[in-house]
């Protein structure tokens, strides 16, 4: 018998649901699309392109958009002779500096033989080598920069829109597609860079469910055999979708993680169950991420309001976490942060999501202050903090969330 079967009777072509599928048509972004044509016009017409600049969160459909919308307009300009487009599209994600930026592109018009190094030059002559190619190249030339919040300095930024206007280039019309997933990237950008790179703004707002349902649609029927999916499982995957960040990205993946689960299941069709069981393992797994990311002291923080919401004794004030978190420190052997420090890593974990805050008023006096308490399943927590509770000790209260406690961890000694 073969060790290896083929299993398709889920998938038709699961590869359709990956990261890097670029679906045919684009659905429920028709506003978005035209006024993003629109800005694109100059171009068919021979004429200096527009800046253009993207925004809006991640999963939202702007690289989607852009390379749906460039594709077709590489084919329509083949139909007019006078008309030489060249389109780089460049990912600023591990770029973290325009210099950076500007020696990927001088690179992407070089031949594999004449690459520059990354580093060693200066900024002024990466720029005049970018200008060199770029007139060498000539004609109408889009630069799309894709998640440029990735950039700490914004030269290039207004160095490219503004290369022919300042005489540094004088045979290519360069307009820049500049992408970013961060709201207020926007905002903190030069006066003289936003006027520049800002010519033509679109926003791309969040998905609701019911774009997440079309979307979610047109995937599945390339992804799945006919009949596969129940019928709640696309709504199911779009209302959460649209409850967590109306990314579709995170509604794909979920669905995906749906259909993995029955395909392992080796059962003949994807039920809600399936859903629900995809969503606790893809949020476990970026629940993970997060708590992963956190320093040490974040986790001790974390595991005090953790034992105390057990207790019951949440929602909880900082200074009432205190006492714990001092106890579980000098357990781990590690120096309590002193109280402003420790508020700092409960508000970072609010900000991940894993500890809601509440605004309460003091009373008559007047001012206010915040209260803590655990927004997150437990034993996903946990899951998340093995180290933690192995370095600090068991407490009492986690121990029935514990499949299987150490004994010789057990803190009996405990306050
Ligand atoms: P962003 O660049 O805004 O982070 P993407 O363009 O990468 O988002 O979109 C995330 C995923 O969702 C991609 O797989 C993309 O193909 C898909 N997608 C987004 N918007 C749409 C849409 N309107 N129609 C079909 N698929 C979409
Ligand atoms: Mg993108």
Request: with cysteine; aromatic share 4%.
């Given at each position: 018998m073969a060790l290896f079967e083929r299993d398709h009777d889920i998938y038709r072509d699961r590869d359709a649901l990956r990261e890097d599928y670029q679906p045919e048509e684009l659905v429920g972004r028709d506003e978005e699309l035209r006024t993003y044509q629109g800005a694109l016009q100059p171009v068919i017409n021979g004429e200096q392109p527009n800046n253009v600049f993207l925004y809006g969160k991640t999963g939202v459909g702007k690289t989607a958009a852009t390379r749906y919308l460039l594709e077709h307009l590489k084919l329509d300009v083949a139909e007019y002779d006078d008309i030489d487009l060249t389109v780089v599209f460049s990912n600023c994600d591990g770029l973290t500096s325009s210099y950076q930026v500007a020696t990927r592109l001088v690179n992407e018009f070089r031949s594999e033989t004449n690459q520059i190094s990354t580093t060693g030059y200066p900024l002024g002559a990466v720029y005049e080598m970018l200008w060199d190619e770029l007139d060498d190249c000539g004609g109408t030339i889009l630069v799309v920069l894709d998640e440029i919040d990735h950039i700490d300095d914004d030269s290039i930024l207004y160095q490219l829109p503004r290369a022919r206007a300042n005489d540094k280039v004088a045979e290519a019309k360069i307009g820049?597609?500049?992408i970013s997933n961060d709201f207020s990237f926007r905002d903190d950008l030069s006066p003289k860079v936003k006027s520049s790179l800002c010519e033509q703004e679109?926003?791309?707002?969040?998905?609701?469910?019911?774009?997440?349902?079309?979307?979610?649609?047109?995937?599945?029927?390339?992804?799945?055999?006919?009949?596969?999916?129940?019928?709640?499982?696309?709504?199911?995957?779009?209302?959460?979708?649209?409850?967590?960040?109306?990314?579709?990205?995170?509604?794909?993946?979920?669905?995906?993680?749906?259909?993995?689960?029955?395909?392992?299941?080796?059962?003949?069709?994807?039920?809600?169950?399936?859903?629900?069981?995809?969503?606790?393992?893809?949020?476990?797994?970026?629940?993970k991420e997060g708590i992963t990311g956190l320093t040490e002291h974040g986790h001790l923080v974390l595991y005090a309001l953790l034992?105390?919401?057990?207790?019951?004794?949440?929602?909880?004030?900082?200074?009432?976490v205190r006492p714990r978190y001092t106890r579980f420190a000098e357990l781990a052997n590690r120096d309590p942060l002193v109280p402003r420090r420790m508020r700092d890593h409960l508000s970072e974990l609010a900000m991940l999501g894993i500890v809601s805050v509440t605004e309460r008023n003091e009373g008559r006096r007047g001012g206010t202050y915040r209260e803590y308490a655990l927004?997150?399943?437990?034993?996903?927590?946990?899951?998340?903090?093995?180290?933690?509770?192995?370095?600090?000790?068991?407490?009492?209260?986690?121990?029935?969330?514990?499949?299987?406690?150490?004994?010789?961890?057990?803190?009996?000694?405990?306050?």
């Open positions: 820049l597609i500049g679109i926003h791309f707002p969040a998905y609701n469910a019911t774009n997440l349902r079309a979307i979610l649609q047109q995937r599945a029927d390339v992804a799945f055999h006919d009949g596969v999916l129940n019928d709640e499982v696309i709504p199911l995957c779009a209302a959460y979708g649209a409850k967590d960040a109306g990314d579709a990205r995170q509604s794909i993946d979920l669905l995906m993680k749906a259909g993995d689960l029955a395909r392992d299941e080796d059962t003949e069709r994807v039920t809600a169950e399936h859903v629900r069981r995809g969503r606790r393992a893809l949020e476990r797994g970026r629940i034992t105390l919401d057990l207790e019951g004794e949440a929602p909880i004030r900082s200074r009432d927004d997150m399943d437990v034993e996903l927590l946990l899951s998340a903090m093995a180290e933690t509770v192995e370095l600090v000790g068991m407490h009492d209260s986690i121990e029935e969330h514990v499949d299987d406690p150490p004994v010789s961890a057990t803190l009996d000694d405990f306050e």
